[in-house]
């Protein structure tokens, strides 16, 4: 055994700027999947397959499980900001306001103080 000689396999992880969420969000996606197509009813596998399409930069794929998050579980507080944040990037800002609005109001209702403050700050960053 030579020392000194070590072999490293390329790191394929979080990403970079260039390249959102990487491979490790591509390699949550496919297991999301599984677990919806038993239980589409599971309203953190909605979440989790949403924040995986964000971190993959695939915004409408991202929009679509958000909101069935929200379908599923209209007081999921966290799904409104993950929505909002999705309609940002996608372009769509009317939509972005009304799901602000209306994450604001269910976050206050359930007491996520960090979430509505987060809302609160996407609103206004709208314009």
């Not at 309609?87 to 007491?111: D, H, M, Y």
């Amino acid at each position: 055994m030579r020392s000194g000689t070590c072999t490293v396999p390329p790191f394929h992880g979080a990403g970079s700027p260039s390249q959102p969420g990487g491979q490790v969000a591509h390699r949550r996606i496919e297991p999301l999947k599984k677990v919806l197509a038993m239980d589409p009813n599971d309203e953190v596998a909605w979440f989790g397959l949403g924040k995986a399409y964000m971190e993959d930069a695939n915004f409408a794929e991202a929009i679509t499980a958000l909101e069935s998050c929200i379908r599923v579980k209209p007081t999921y507080s966290a799904a409104y900001l993950a929505l909002a944040q999705s309609l940002q990037k996608s372009g769509r800002i009317e939509r972005c306001r009304e799901v602000c609005q209306q994450g604001i109001a269910i976050s206050t209702q359930n007491g996520d103080a960090m979430v509505t403050k987060n809302l609160e700050l996407l609103t206004q960053s709208l314009g």
